[in-house]
């Protein structure tokens, strides 16, 4: 069973940054691809960013790109989320997942273990 845990998530001013940890379980970290998804209240859950398994390549939904960065230490069995230039419309519940295969995806469904998200509050 994997475990994923996120932490880093709280109140931030628009233009403010953040750094999102995510902590996996197991013995495996490095052979699955991992992402970023969040989700605001009524909304489904929206593809932010993935990396594949060795973490040279990388995914970013429009909406984050070039404000976002994705990285991975496979040694601590852990991924980050850089977030810089928030806006308010970054602030919903931030969850990791686990990718199926050892590649980038940005659907829900192709991705197996879910974390039990972060919140993430930008305020105007």
């Known amino acids: 069973q994997v475990q994923l845990v996120e932490s880093g998530g709280g109140l931030v001013q628009a233009g403010g940054s953040l750094r999102l940890s995510c902590a996996a379980s197991?013995?495996?970290?490095?052979?699955?691809?991992m992402g970023w998804f969040r989700q605001a209240p009524g909304k489904e859950r929206e593809f932010v960013s993935a990396?594949?398994?060795?973490?040279?390549?990388?995914d970013y939904a429009d909406s984050v790109k070039g404000r976002f960065t994705i990285s991975r230490d496979n040694a601590k069995n852990t991924v980050y989320l850089q977030m810089n230039s928030l806006k308010p419309e970054d602030t919903p519940v931030y969850y990791c997942?686990?990718?199926?295969?050892?590649?980038?995806?940005?659907?829900?469904?192709?991705?197996?273990?879910w974390g039990q998200g972060t919140q993430v509050t930008v305020s105007s």
């Open positions: 990396i594949s398994a060795s973490g040279r390549t990388t």
């Open positions: 197991g013995r495996t970290f490095g052979s699955y691809g």
């Open positions: 997942a686990r990718s199926r295969s050892v590649y980038t995806a940005t659907t829900p469904r192709s991705f197996d273990y």
